[in-house]
């Protein structure tokens, strides 16, 4: 570990004060529940000059709920979405995220918006200031290659955030607020394939709430990780469906852990108005397995993670759509 640097500490008040904050100091970094930020200050891979405390914008810290879907502000906390009885209802594999991210603690101080926008993960990277020195430092911090692929020539760090998965596949958007106003994306736009700069935002924008539409799909999120609590996912699947007879109707899976970014299952559409059989079930897992890229970002097998992320994608289809037929 090391010590933390000197820091200056601002409060705005709102939205449109904490992008002039960035704007002001472009090396500065928000803070909400600093689960992450913090940790990754003491070990010295995070150092800003100036920390922007965003806990008193009240704007950020809105969940409603109306005709047009459910608003919520990246200030919510992560407890506040575990514990809301309209998401568990309405979205449960949010429901579900929520309640699996890190512990009790980090879930009562970490926010949407911190782990929408959670930097990606590395065993070379996630380690103190020594044992990164000694290692000459990585491509994602000070160095100039990348430990887990020496000959290539981008970072390959692994996205963790739990909750990118679930409104994935329930179709969230995002609504950005930035020098040049606001701006409303698909969740999906906000992260690019690259462990050293995984988020499309502009410089001194900010992720301010997070839309989810009315009408979701049925849906879960499961995780394998090395405990049953506190780690991060080596591999997350959230899955949303719609079933049609013995048939699927809509079909979206979603996968954490395994790139640099959380992403939707492409090509899934193919799959629509066909039976849930075993073929059907042999064909997911061989697009997973196709379209997940895990490095050797943890302390786990790489193939383990292609592996397992296959089998829970398909599992969890065919346990979704079996519980549409009991209800």
Known sequence: MTGLNALNLLRPGSIDEAIAALL???GGRLLGGGTDLLVNMRRGIAQPETLIDT???????RLVADGSGVTIGAGVTVATLAADGLVAARYPALSQAARSVAGPGHRKLGTLGGNLCLDTRCIYYNQTEWWRAANAYCLKNRGETCHVAPKGNRCHAAFSGDLAPALLVLGAEVEIAGPGGRRRIALSELYVED????L?????EVLAAVWVPPDPLASRYVKVRQ??????PLAGIAVALTRSGPKIGQLRIALTGTNSRPFLLAE???????????ALLREIDRLVQKQVQP?????MPANYRRVVAAALASRVTAELFASLAQG
Request: no cysteine; proline share 7%.
């Open 227 to 232: 405990r049953g609590a506190i780690d991060y």
């Open 268 to 278: 899934t559409a193919a799959f629509s108005q066909r039976p849930l059989d075993d």
């Open 24 to 26: 002001a100091h472009p």
């Open 195 to 198: 462990g050293r700069a995984h």
């Open 200 to 204: 499309a935002l502009r410089p001194g």
């Open 55 to 61: 806990t008193g914008i009240a704007e950020i810290k």
């Open 295 to 299: 490095m050797r970002t943890t302390l």
